[in-house]
């Protein structure tokens, strides 16, 4: 009879969670079917066009499929979801394209790394160059990132009644010490790296020090080469600016425009009659064309006598499979792999955007790197983030490629180990009781102090991963192993700062990276294959579905502080030894 009712519960749950699943599938079917009826797809591009590029959303390396990105109304643009990939493909196709007669940048807030920014900035230099087009540029508030992108336009426009937020760089950290202490959680911490500030949060009230040197250096880097980029394109100088923003000058629109930052205040239709006046386009023809949809009217693949494989390794460093915003070990090697034993792959690029993240998982990747690097040419080309672990799976390529603005290096690593007893037993009343076969069979545990013997241990494996770090850097950068140690210790440097010391050999975009393993490989032409494949949307909609609709009501309930929250919870997901960033770095 038990048997029974539990054969019967189990296949009455089953067929109710198999229902479910059905719904879910059902809805992205009728989601894609009506996207296809309703989303405006270009068959063509009119002539006169304008495209229209607005960095609204969340700028990943590649365009992400997204079955429910649904257009209802004709007369509402669809939300523009464009990776890198697909922005700049439109920038460079724009350039000699004959219906293209120019670029509309309409800008606020980017929710993009500073090194996405750069990218794109310099294809519409490039653009600018080789096209002879124009890129008109406008804002009604501009932050200074927005307005790093606004400034290799010919014409920089400002809402009359808007602002630049002109002030210079920082970072600020939330530290959770006291915290910690009222709540009777002392953090057990192992590192190596004086630099390696991840742990300062949670066992420091300031930034140490050497953190605050080293932030110093990263942002003073950052903030001087974005500064280079607008003096140059504006006719100004860096130190114009820096007194500006040291001053506080640029409080609204017109002081703005008195000190040559924009060139006229417009209104949003008044900017538009322009373009349109521009664009030679009459009232009621269509002008604009958004990247989502130019992008749909041509194609990048090019003919050639091999291919190269660009690699995407975008996210924090997992165990395991992984998906299209994490790197996980199994996918990415897998993907190395592929590229490695496919005859027609004459190279390889491995496009890394991470801060890095499981140390085991890192050695993982960096061995399918070495191995391939053996066949063929392997180039890395960093973006926003390339450091710890994400450097880590870089450092044995031929040849490693970043933006200036890029974050790299972080060569350290580090545990933690939270001890709750006093907690437990002091404010929640709860004791616990072991028995074990060992003298230290339960270690490690949250409800106890570790023993000396019990941290010795994992201090030694935190050093033993600290030298193979070390000498896969150094083998990998042809340099010493002591020399490595002198530079690593756990900082984090610019990708200018990098290429200075040794740690990046050039600068530039995924354009100059292919350039170069094609030079390497001795091809003229080639076409591209992007791996891995991603993720079947409707998979991703049914696995991710509850949780991200729940991540996007608590980020717009906590709005600031869900970031520095969201970092505590990341400790369910680290087992073992770490090469993670020490903390975000945003640009604004």
Same mark, same amino acid.
């Given at each position: =009879?038990?048997?029974?009712? !539990?054969?019967?519960?189990?296949?009455?749950?089953?067929?109710?969670?198999?229902?479910?699943?059905?719904?879910?599938?059902?809805?992205?079917?009728?989601?894609?079917?009506? +996207?296809?009826?309703?989303?405006?797809?270009?068959?063509?591009?009119?002539?006169?066009?304008?495209?229209?590029?607005?960095?609204?959303?969340?700028?990943?390396?590649?365009?992400?499929?997204?079955?429910?990105?649904?257009?209802?109304?004709?007369?509402?643009?669809?939300?523009?979801?464009?990776?890198? *990939?697909?922005?700049?493909?439109?920038?460079?196709?724009?350039?000699?394209?004959?219906?293209?007669?120019?670029?509309?940048?309409?800008?606020?807030?980017?929710?993009?790394?500073?090194?996405?920014?750069?990218?794109? #900035?310099?294809?519409?230099?490039?653009?600018?160059?080789?096209?002879?087009?124009?890129?008109?540029?406008?804002?009604?508030?501009?932050?200074?990132?927005?307005?790093?992108?606004?400034?290799?336009? @010919? &014409?920089?426009?400002?809402?009359?009644?808007?602002?630049i937020f002109m002030k210079g760089l920082s970072v600020e950290i939330m530290f959770f010490k006291k915290a910690l202490d009222k709540l009777g959680i002392q953090m057990q911490v192992f590192r190596h790296g004086r630099f390696k500030s991840f742990v300062e949060p949670y066992i420091?009230?300031? =930034?140490?020090?050497?953190?605050?040197?080293?932030?110093?250096?990263?942002?003073?880097?950052?903030?001087?080469?974005? $500064?280079?980029?607008?003096?140059?394109?504006?006719?100004?100088?860096?130190?114009?600016?820096?007194?500006?923003?040291?001053?506080?000058?640029?409080?609204?629109?017109?002081?703005? =425009?008195?000190?040559?930052?924009?060139?006229?205040?417009?209104?949003?239709?008044?900017?538009?009659? &322009?373009? +349109?006046?521009? !664009?030679?386009?009459?009232?009621?023809?269509?002008?604009?064309?958004?990247?989502?949809?130019?992008? +749909?009217?041509?194609?990048?693949?090019?003919?050639?006598?091999?291919?190269?494989?660009?690699?995407?390794?975008?996210?924090?460093?997992?165990? !395991?499979?992984?998906?299209?915003?994490?790197?996980?070990?199994?996918?990415?090697?897998?993907?190395?792999?592929?590229?490695?034993?496919?005859?027609?792959? %004459?190279?390889?690029?491995?496009?890394?955007?991470?801060?890095?993240?499981?140390?085991?998982?890192?050695?993982?990747?960096?061995?399918?790197?070495?191995? /391939?690097?053996?066949?063929?040419?392997?180039?890395?080309?960093?973006?926003?983030?390339?450091?710890?672990?994400?450097?880590?799976?870089?450092?044995?390529?031929?040849?490693?490629?970043?933006?200036?603005?890029?974050?790299?290096?972080?060569?350290?690593?580090?545990?933690?180990?939270?001890?709750?007893?006093?907690?437990?037993?002091?404010?929640?009343?709860?004791?616990?009781?072991?028995?074990?076969?060992?003298?230290?069979?339960?270690?490690?545990?949250?409800?106890?102090?570790?023993?000396?013997?019990?941290?010795?241990?994992?201090?030694?494996?935190?050093?033993?991963?600290?030298?193979?770090?070390?000498?896969?850097?150094?083998?990998? #950068?042809? =340099?010493?192993? /002591? *020399?490595? @140690?002198?530079?690593?210790?756990?900082?984090?440097?610019?990708?200018?700062?990098?290429?200075?010391?040794? $740690?990046?050999?050039?600068? !530039?975009?995924?354009?100059? /990276?292919?350039?170069?393993?094609? *030079? %390497?490989?001795?091809?003229?032409?080639? *076409?591209?294959?992007?791996?891995?494949?991603?993720?079947?949307?409707?998979?991703?909609?049914?696995?991710?579905?509850?949780?991200?609709?729940?991540?996007?009501?608590? %980020?717009?309930?906590?709005?600031?502080?869900?970031?520095?929250?969201?970092?505590?919870? %990341?400790?369910? @997901?680290?087992?073992?030894?770490?090469?993670?960033?020490?903390?975000?770095?945003?640009?604004?």
């Amino acid at each position: =009879m038990k048997t029974f009712f !539990g054969s019967m519960l189990g296949s009455f749950v089953g067929a109710i969670i198999g229902l479910v699943i059905i719904f879910f599938i059902i809805i992205g079917i009728f989601a894609g079917l009506v +996207k296809s009826i309703k989303t405006k797809e270009v068959q063509h591009v009119y002539s006169n066009s304008i495209l229209e590029i607005k960095l609204d959303h969340a700028i990943g390396e590649r365009t992400q499929e997204n079955p429910l990105n649904i257009d209802f109304d004709d007369n509402t643009p669809t939300h523009e979801t464009a990776g890198l *990939n697909d922005i700049v493909a439109s920038i460079r196709n724009a350039a000699t394209d004959s219906k293209i007669k120019g670029i509309f940048l309409d800008l606020g807030s980017i929710p993009a790394g500073i090194s996405t920014i750069q990218t794109i #900035r310099k294809e519409l230099k490039d653009f600018k160059a080789s096209s002879g087009k124009f890129i008109i540029a406008y804002g009604v508030d501009y932050t200074q990132k927005s307005y790093y992108l606004a400034s290799v336009a @010919d &014409k920089v426009y400002l809402y009359p009644e808007g602002e630049i937020f002109m002030k210079g760089l920082s970072v600020e950290i939330m530290f959770f010490k006291k915290a910690l202490d009222k709540l009777g959680i002392q953090m057990q911490v192992f590192r190596h790296g004086r630099f390696k500030s991840f742990v300062e949060p949670y066992i420091m009230d300031k =930034m140490s020090p050497d953190n605050r040197l080293q932030l110093r250096g990263l942002i003073s880097s950052i903030w001087d080469d974005m $500064l280079t980029d607008i003096a140059a394109s504006r006719h100004l100088t860096v130190g114009n600016i820096n007194e500006l923003a040291n001053n506080l000058t640029i409080n609204s629109a017109k002081e703005a =425009m008195e000190h040559n930052l924009v060139d006229s205040l417009l209104y949003p239709d008044e900017v538009k009659a &322009k373009l +349109k006046k521009m !664009g030679q386009t009459l009232e009621n023809e269509n002008t604009f064309v958004g990247v989502d949809e130019y992008r +749909k009217s041509f194609s990048t693949y090019k003919t050639g006598t091999g291919k190269i494989a660009i690699i995407y390794a975008a996210g924090d460093i997992i165990s !395991g499979e992984g998906d299209d915003q994490t790197i996980g070990s199994d996918r990415i090697s897998r993907a190395i792999r592929e590229a490695r034993l496919d005859n027609s792959v %004459k190279a390889i690029v491995l496009r890394v955007n991470s801060p890095g993240g499981d140390g085991i998982a890192s050695d993982m990747i960096w061995r399918e790197v070495a191995l /391939a690097k053996k066949e063929k040419p392997f180039v890395v080309s960093m973006g926003d983030y390339a450091a710890s672990g994400g450097y880590y799976i870089s450092c044995a390529a031929d040849e490693i490629v970043a933006e200036p603005t890029t974050i790299t290096g972080s060569i350290g690593v580090f545990g933690l180990l939270p001890n709750a007893k006093e907690l437990l037993e002091d404010k929640l009343g709860i004791t616990t009781d072991t028995v074990s076969t060992n003298a230290h069979s339960a270690a490690p545990s949250v409800s106890y102090p570790l023993e000396p013997k019990e941290a010795m241990v994992l201090q030694n494996a935190i050093e033993d991963f600290y030298h193979t770090f070390l000498k896969r850097v150094a083998d990998g #950068r042809n =340099m010493s192993i /002591a *020399n490595v @140690d002198s530079i690593g210790q756990g900082r984090v440097w610019s990708g200018e700062q990098a290429r200075k010391i040794g $740690l990046v050999d050039t600068l !530039g975009s995924l354009k100059v /990276a292919l350039q170069i393993a094609a *030079n %390497k490989a001795h091809l003229s032409s080639y *076409n591209t294959e992007e791996l891995p494949t991603q993720i079947n949307p409707f998979h991703k909609l049914l696995k991710n579905f509850s949780a991200e609709s729940g991540k996007t009501l608590l %980020k717009d309930a906590l709005g600031e502080i869900y970031e520095p929250l969201e970092d505590i919870t %990341k400790f369910k @997901d680290m087992k073992g030894v770490q090469a993670r960033m020490p903390y975000d770095v945003s640009i604004q």
